[in-house]
């Protein structure tokens, strides 16, 4: 390179191509860094009215919505990612809008290949580097500050939770999954056991999660909740409702060939209501609730042998008699 060449980075932009921030020679000097003011000035000012507009009128109403503690949390979870996502979204949208509308080839826009303006830009690369980082940095101290912060995420925790809720009053739940529906045993109420998910409002729920023969999950989804059902297993998972209304829950593991059809519907009432039904229910099905086993945390089945190869004794797998609760050493009856 003679000492005539300029130096690298410094080649002129020839006049008339527009190209954002480049030296123009027949343009005015206040005319040539206008389109980097003007596409900051567009990002800035739909970043201010989007990002409020969807926080304050589209997040209350974003799922799983408000009806437990930790669907609550899952929805302002969202919501504020979203509202960190949006402007990077914008920045993008209007940089290629602006370029497709600004310097197309039709309007005698800059070659967008090769030359001058395939070489970086110092500044736009540290801020894009260090705009990311920040960004990144963030989202991990505050996922990490809302997983510890409500006590858990709504998922199972295992059999040993780490994360606990305060309350002093917990209504333990227990959810039985098995080809192909759910059921639901109160033990605070005898331990009877019905197809029906009844829950309190105001109320702190412990959901002891178990399977009777193959592999389910869980998931009521309107109660940020979602634990796997395994056999002879305990899964526990915790939410606080706070809403009245209906709820869904699925089998989110596929389990066989009616998967698709293994769901059912809850309900969260007023505490009255819950009472009174608890108590109706328990001497309603309460010659049913003695042919049960004792309740306990897991089970181990055996019913017709479909139980996923947990068989007592693998004696008799295709008992005629279905039935859970079996010991080790009993045979399937």
């Not at 009806?67 to 969202?78: I, V």
């Not at 967008?112 to 990311?132: E, F, K």
Request: hydrophobic share 40%; glycine share 12%.
């Amino acid at each position: 390179m003679s000492d005539k060449d300029p130096p690298v980075g410094s080649e002129q932009v020839p006049a008339g191509t527009g190209a954002p921030g480049a030296a123009d020679p027949g343009a005015p000097a206040a005319d040539q860094t206008h389109h980097w003011w003007r596409l900051i000035a567009i990002w800035v000012v739909l970043s201010a009215i989007l990002d409020p507009l969807f926080y304050y009128l589209a997040g209350p109403h974003i799922p799983p919505g408000t009806m437990t503690n930790m669907a609550q949390g899952a929805q302002f979870d969202f919501n504020v990612l979203f509202v960190i996502a949006l402007p990077v979204v914008l920045g993008v949208w209007i940089y290629l809008i602006y370029a497709i509308v600004m310097w197309r080839a039709s309007r005698g826009g800059p070659e967008p290949v090769a030359g001058p303006y395939s070489r970086g830009h110092l500044g736009i690369q540290v801020g894009w580097i260090v705009s990311t980082t920040v960004i990144v940095l963030f989202l991990a101290g505050f996922g990490t500050y809302e997983l510890v912060q409500p006590g858990g995420s709504g998922g199972g925790e295992g059999s040993s939770p780490i994360w606990t809720p305060t309350s002093q009053t917990i209504l333990p739940v227990q959810v039985i999954g098995q080809q192909w529906k759910w059921t639901y045993r109160y033990p605070t109420f005898g331990g009877f056991e019905t197809d029906q998910l009844v829950l309190p409002n105001d109320t702190t729920v412990e959901f002891n999660v178990t399977s009777l023969d193959v592999v389910h999950s869980f998931w009521a989804y309107q109660l940020g909740v979602k634990a796997d059902a395994n056999p002879n297993y305990n899964n526990v998972a915790y939410a606080t409702t706070q809403q009245l209304g209906s709820f869904t829950v699925r089998c989110d593991e596929l389990c066989g060939i009616w998967h698709g059809a293994m769901y059912n519907t809850g309900q969260v009432v007023t505490r009255q209501q819950f009472s009174a039904w608890a108590r109706l229910t328990a001497f309603r099905l309460r010659k049913n609730t003695r042919l049960l086993p004792p309740y306990a945390l897991t089970y181990t089945p055996d019913a017709n042998g479909a139980d996923g190869g947990y068989y007592p004794n693998n004696a008799d797998p295709y008992s005629k008699v279905e039935q859970y609760g079996a010991t080790p050493s009993q045979g399937g009856g």
